[in-house]
């Protein structure tokens, strides 16, 4: 059937393997393709016959049924019955044999071939030329097969070869004839049995979009091909993404390939979008609809009501539904309140920048109930954009107008709310402001802060609790100011307690401090306090010591791991049913309690901990395994918590030896840190047992590896190809010689992605987990314009931070710098600009955006700075930042303004330590917002901002030294130590272990006085815990007497003076359960030197093969230390000569007698 403005297909000319589709000669081959031929199958014979255009190859590769077998094979070598079953049984090579020997033996011969077959046959032909073969062999092998086996083969084949190119040649010649085959299945018609053919077995032959051009060749008409889309449509949803994007691509290759002036338009239908495309929409770019049809084409396809209905129910891609919205609302007077709820969310700001009052509040209200405003969520920006256009407009902010925003108050800048809204207006639409979600730190401090200025007064709980989510605009001088007895109140009140999880660290202190001042007992306060504050209680505040929890009120919340270990003691003794405890008490897990609650308990407890699925520890974990295997290796590991494998080697494990590493590749690897040996260890003991030839890992092995895959070096890398590549998207980083493999692997083009000068934005989305190692020289070979759909459409559903992303937009940057001609109008900075996260995209080269900041109004810079903190975290580049930077330094040449402080994060690389020493770091709360931006800053950054907060006579309080934290505590010097409150260390978290000597020492004896009422309680070793390294002897002594099970690695980390003196008893006091570690110490400092001051007799009674003390009957001479003869006092060296004779005499005794 020839469709109308078409010119007949002339046959193709060429080798017998390269027949045409049409001609006398071929009829019987190429049947005409009626519409009346019923069936989805007919319509899949439609889609893969295995024709391919000229325009692609340069060939056809195209036949069909039936085949004259006796015309076809009569030139044919045979291939006997025993070559075959030796074939099967693995006794001949399948090389051995053409595929036209196999095409023409008989059928019941080629039953006894097994499912990895045609992954052989594949190997053995992939090096020959597909246009020396006749298509019609294909034809006739698959038309042997037994349906059901065939499957299975495909399955095996689909298996192998999804993660490596099949060539679209040899995907062409295998599809002639499977797809014969297939449309003899009964059935094949009905979803249930073409999806195990589309979905499992074909997929690997399905990636080339040009296999499409067969139906251009045919001449298929549109009905025919609109009745395809229909079938495909109806099992769209059954197809993973990549079958989905598989087939668009055929899709729009066919209504593309002769231009868009003969893409199946129709004048009697606009359903264009549903009757050719249907829900692959959802993977159309802008610039594929362009390719569809010119504006005017694709407006009446976007107002067609047919195509709206089901767009609506579709998830385009975000640049995608921006136009498709723009093509709705670009027509004169469009009326904004017939636009679908679906599309509001994509409103350009142009199309409400003329509505009136009533107007815009009515397109607010829908925004508010339909879009997803949640911070943080992909696109979230475009509503806030679209608020802000529609506020803009808007004179009159009464209270009514305020309240009937809802979400839409999001769009308020804070010169707005600062310069246009009455305070009186503010108050009395508080209510409905404290319901909205979302509101930037800014916002929330403008709003707080002009009602406060203006004597609106917090009393009580209740008008603490009206604030809502403006909570977080409140600044720690106001919290101070509260009494504790209306912080008391306020988090009993649901509409208070729902909103703290927003404040920050600092703020939440402050609020768990008004809190346990007014609160006596601990079991009160874990009552008490909601759950978004619960993290924020210092663990000195949950000893219950005498006192009984409640259980379930400790059930109800969640806790850190370090929180948990403080009552975890108290609670098992507590609960007699462990499967009670929640996953966020049981994390608490500690030596201590664990060996307290008996054998049988113990299994139970650890059982229950596999239930739940509690993430533990390294030491913690450590510490299970000793007490698991304390009496032999159990053979149900399968009931104990999963990542005590991590530990473990295959001879432990009862199954075999791929179950424990499909086991370990499910354990969370986290617990070991990256350079940790046993992940080394693990990974040669699995491809020792996954039998692994050589550096090439296959995709069965690479399951079974699990997050092993990660630990693989450059080599496996390499020899693996391109398989590896989707396992290790999901690594997260990698070592320098991984990175250069992947790379070079990438680079190469042999993979399924093919050559990086090919990608496209859905490559990248696929690649998004390998984008941070690809390096400027792959990302100069990308296309641009895949990298910029990819950034628009893409780039927020990835894990990719504002870092990761800002490298991407530095490989757009031209490599030569070109001056920029000026600021054109449509890259003007404006508050619609900075509404967009997308900002850093359009200013290319940078220089551009130097333009374009020089060229800012006063009103446009003032947005500038009040969202700088939410702008920064945009994905600039470094010389964009450079950029941005510069342009503040000409701003405020004095230093920075503490609200621009806050926002320094993205600008950390570019500062100096003598730009932060002229900043005005006059709070704790500044302080803390600058050490905690992320990235956090180096050292030498953090330090200057500590030494700037202390010259401005700023104390170390709890809330400065909880911003500082164990990562800066070490900048601190004796003087600033010193000066610490001791109580202020029990409202803090710090581990000095990292630190001097000096350092440890003194904030061992603060932290010991401010846990000294918990001295003789089970708790107080985990307070103490992080401060033992600057403890005497005398106190380690004491700390052993009472069972605290102390890890391996913090023994070895305790003061060199105090570990010497401690006696083998002692040491097995304070190890308890981990003392066996200590043998594998035996050969290292500081364990070696401590065994040798000790007498062997004493190491032998601890029962764990410690050697290297003193004989019995032996002097153990340690050489002093003495300074140079020039330097020493003559008094000491006149006493070693005096001794030296009695130490030769003694020396001289002990070697006669023994």
Known sequence: MQRPGHAPVPP????????????????????????????????????????????????????????????????VPSASQEQLLEVSQGRRSPCSLSFAQLACAQGAWLQDLQDDFLSSLYSCLASEPSTALDPEYSILFFSKYDARKLLGSLTEFSHQFSRVPVSLEWSLVFLNGLWERMLQVPGIGTPPVLLPWLHGGLQPLLGHPEVFGCLRAKDVSCEQFQLLVAALDGIYSQLSVQEQRNLYAGIKHFLTQRGPSQSCHSPNSTAWFRNFLGSFLEHATVEDLQLFGDEATLQKFARDPVNMEMVGNLTLLRETALYYTLLLTSAPAFPLASLPD?????????????????????????????????????????ELQVASSLLRNLEDFSPAVLAALGQAALGLSVSRIQENIPEEHLEAALPALGRVRGWRDEQARAVVSKLLQSGHQILDGQSLAQLGTLVGGLNSSTLWSLSPEVVLEAVQLPAFAQHVDTLPRALKGILVEKLSSRVAHPSELVRLIPSALASSIPK????FGEEKPNVQDLNDKPWTREQAAMFFSDVVKAEPDFSRLSQSVLQGFTCAAASAVGAERFQELARVMRKKKVKLGQDQLSCLLRMVTLHGIPQDWDTYPQDLLLFLSPSDYAGNCSQFFINVGKANKDVLPREDPQRQQLLLEALECLGVPGTQINHTSAEILGWLVCELDGDYIRGSGGSLLKDLSHCGSFL????????DVLSSGNTTFGPPSAWSAFTLSELSGLIPVLGASILQQIPKKAVTTWLRNFAWDSHLSREELATVIGGLLPRRHKRAEGCSAKLEI??????????????????????????????????????????????FSNPQLAIVKEYLDERYPNGYPEKVLSAMGPLLPLLTPEEISTWNMSSADTLAAFLKTQPQPSDSLASAAIKRYLELGNALNATALDAIGTKYVCLLNATDLKAINPSSLKLVSLNPSACSQETKNILYQKAKEAFSDQHHSPAYYELILPYLGGAPAADLKVLSKDDVNMNVSTFVTLRRDSLMLLTPAEVQGLLGVHLPGLARWQSRAPVRDWAALQKQSELDELHIGLTGG?????????????????????????????LLPALLLSFLTVSILS
């Not at 019987?28 to 190859?57: D, I, N, R, V």
């Not at 085949?67 to 009569?74: G, K, Y």
């Not at 940078?846 to 500038?864: G, M």
């Open 540 to 543: 000195s505040l949950l000893v």
């Open 342 to 382: 679906r599309f509001l969310c994509y409103l350009s700001p142009g199309a409400v920048a003329n509505l009136s009052t009533e107007e815009a509040l009515g397109v607010a209200q829908r925004l508010g109930r339909s879009c997803p405003w949640s911070r943080g969520v992909p696109g979230a920006s475009l």
């Open 12 to 75: 193709s000319k060429g080798a017998r393997g390269a027949r045409a589709c049409q001609g006398p000669a071929r009829a019987q081959t190429c049947p005409e393709m009626s519409p009346l031929l019923p069936g989805l199958g007919f319509l899949l014979l439609l889609l893969l016959l295995g024709c391919q255009g000229a325009a692609a190859a340069g060939t056809q590769l195209c036949s069909s049924s039936p085949v004259n077998e006796s015309a076809v094979c009569a030139s």
């Open 830 to 875: 404006t508050k619609t600009m900075l509404d967009d996260e997308l900002m850093p995209t359009y200013y290319i080269p940078e220089e551009l955006l130097r333009a374009c900041l020089q060229n800012i109004s006063q009103e446009n810079y003032l947005y500038l700075e009040n969202d700088l903190s939410n702008i920064l975290n945009y994905p």
């Open 736 to 743: 320098p010689e991984q990175e250069e493999a992947i790379r």
């Open 1110 to 1138: 003193v004989q019995e009957g032996y002097i153990n001479l340690v050489t002093p230390k003495f300074p140079a003869m020039s330097s020493a006092p003559l008094g000491t060296v006149a006493m070693v000569f005096h």
